[in-house]
């Protein structure tokens, strides 16, 4: 199978498309803690926090530019507990992207398509993403390229459209109740940032992989300031209660905006900036899943599994959650900080420490690779 190969800028765009569709979708930062007026203070340690982990993650997979994850976790662990800790990561692609379009679903029938049965909803969501696997990362890059655009103007047209009714007052008092809730609001979004896992799995796709934790810490920089632009737009146009009582705060800001007497119920570039972002977060995870999967069972074409798997998705977008409020308890400080934890946390010190002793110990396994 020839090399898929995506540029740096496409990979840039993937992510900063993936992290700031979380932001359209639920805000965390307001809806899962206690911070408040003060979301955006969370929001700013959250930017902190996931440079940190994509750093993390970034600068292990740059010393092996040539493997994925599950390629390199065997060299540092052996065989089967590197196995081990692959079908955990493979596991995380999973959930992540079966939990969005359920979420994505929701919304959709709640308040455009309440008709149409969910699974046939989640089922066209993934189709989509699936063919564009199908035709390789490339394309998936190629596609990143051209939504972009659209997606970085319709969540602008998302926030701008809030400021007729922004009302500073709502942002005060500043840090009345101290740090603590500040920091609770920020435990939810920084453990959302595993979605940035993708990048041990797109690293050897890119064409400069030395360069790519760059790329992604850039794609942080720019999701985590739009994270903290919306967080003072909507404290500031619902007020804290009403902001940290809605499901999805942005898409409130807009529906209950009116600019003109014809011009209201400005939702819809929100939702349409969502899907964009929708699109490219199931394509990268089932990207990640498929190839993963057929490195670990020794397959020499990831494209086999893409079909299954998607289908396993549908199922498990539908039948994983009894209701949306199922779905938000799995976003709770409590819930999804030790989920993560053991998932992607204590895999990533054991990976990071059995590099560590191999380099002191003068045996580094081989990471040779282009520039």
Known sequence: MAAEKIANRQLLFMLFMMRTTVVVATLPVLTTGAAAQDAWASAMITLVATLVIVLVIGSLGVRFPDLTVVEYSQKLLGRFVGAAVSLGFLWLFLHIAATDVRIYAEVLDAGFLPQTPL??????????????????????????????????????????????????????????????????????????????????????????????????????????????????????????????????????????????????????????????????????????????????????????????????????????????FEVLRLFKPNVIFPYITLVVLIPYALLWGAYVIRALLGKPPRCAGRR
């Open 119 to 324: 699974a046939f909803m989640a089922a066209t969501m993934v189709a989509t993403s699936a063919l564009a696997v199908y035709l390789g990362i490339e394309t998936i890059g190629r596609a990143a390229d051209a939504l972009v655009g659209f997606f970085s103007l319709f969540v602008i047209m998302n926030l701008v459209v809030g400021l007729k009714s922004f009302d500073p007052r709502n942002l005060q008092p500043v840090l009345a109740r101290g740090v603590r809730p500040v920091l609770s609001g920020a435990v939810t979004p920084t453990a959302i940032a595993a979605q940035f896992l993708s990048l041990s799995m797109l690293i050897p796709t890119t064409v400069a992989p030395r360069k790519a934790a760059a790329s992604a810490a850039l794609a942080v920089a720019l999701s985590g300031l739009v994270l903290i632009v919306s967080a003072v737009v909507v404290v500031g146009v619902l007020g804290p209660n009403l902001g940290s009582n809605s499901i999805f705060p942005l898409l409130k800001v807009a529906r209950s905006t009116v600019l003109t007497r014809f011009l209201e119920r400005l939702e819809a570039p929100g939702m349409v900036a969502w899907g964009f972002g929708l699109f490219i977060d199931v394509s990268v995870f089932l990207y990640s899943g498929a190839r993963g999967l057929s490195q670990l069972l020794g397959l020499e074409d990831y494209r086999v599994l893409v079909a299954p798997m998607a289908v396993i998705w549908v199922i498990l977008a539908i039948h994983a959650y009894q209701d949306m």
